[in-house]
Antibody
């Protein structure tokens, strides 16, 4: 059974940093890209960024709103994807979801989602 | 960035009746490889999103066949043939043709 579990959320002051983890199980982690999506309280979904599998270079893409502040990485030996968030702003307050994303040849489908972890940026 | 516009934003539906949601993109979602990376997701209250449809019309594993997707280019539709109580929630279209990937605003489906 495919499972994704996010962790690392919490209350943080503006300007500080936080690292989220997404621990995967039930599939060969290295074969998939991973996507981070966030949802501010009462709002819609916002794409944060994506990391390709090592097969496709392990490169990353980011939304303009987080580029230069957030970094996505992966540790295939541990089946974990990370979202390093620096210089946090109050508008980064959201539930952060990680999703498994199939390669483009398989439709770029984000087919499994974690339950999410809440990040609150406030002084 | 590609802007995804959904209509309606709210859809009260009678149980057993059909529902339809439209999603329009600000530019064609046809990728240079010839595929169109348009997905539909469902988010039930208090739950994470769930993939329903990918590449316009492909139902994901375990998704009931009352859900169907169609469209091409810039205009796409999600149809629920007969709405059931468990279909209540917010539905999002999402494009993965061009970075940054983007979502529609969401359409809330509720029972009349």
């Amino acid at each position: 059974e495919v499972q994704l579990v996010e962790s690392g959320g919490g209350l943080v002051q503006p300007g500080r940093s936080l690292r989220l983890s997404c621990t995967a199980s039930g599939f060969t982690f290295g074969d998939y890209g991973m996507t981070w999506v966030r949802q501010a309280p009462g709002k819609g979904l916002e794409w944060v960024g994506f990391i390709r599998s090592k097969t496709y270079g392990g490169t990353t893409e980011y939304a303009a709103s987080v580029k230069g502040r957030f970094t996505i990485s992966r540790d295939d030996s541990k089946s974990i994807a990370y979202l390093q968030m620096n210089s946090l702003k109050t508008e980064d307050t959201a539930v952060y979801y990680c999703t498994r994303t199939a390669p483009r040849r398989d439709g770029y489908k984000s087919d499994y989602w974690g339950q999410g972890t809440l990040v609150t940026v406030s002084s | 960035d590609i802007v995804m516009t959904q209509t309606p934003l709210s859809s009260p539906v009678t149980l057993g009746q059909p529902a339809s949601i439209s999603c329009r993109s600000s530019q064609s979602l046809v990728h240079s490889d010839g595929n169109t990376y348009l997905s539909w997701l469902q988010q039930r209250p208090g739950q994470p999103p769930r993939l329903l449809i990918y590449k316009i019309s492909n139902r994901f594993s375990g998704v009931p066949d009352r859900f169907s997707g169609s469209g091409a280019g810039t205009d796409f539709t999600l149809k629920i043939s007969r709405v059931e109580a468990e279909d209540v929630g917010v539905y999002y279209c999402m494009q993965a043709t061009q970075f940054p990937w983007t979502f529609g605003q969401g359409t809330k489906v509720e029972i009349k």
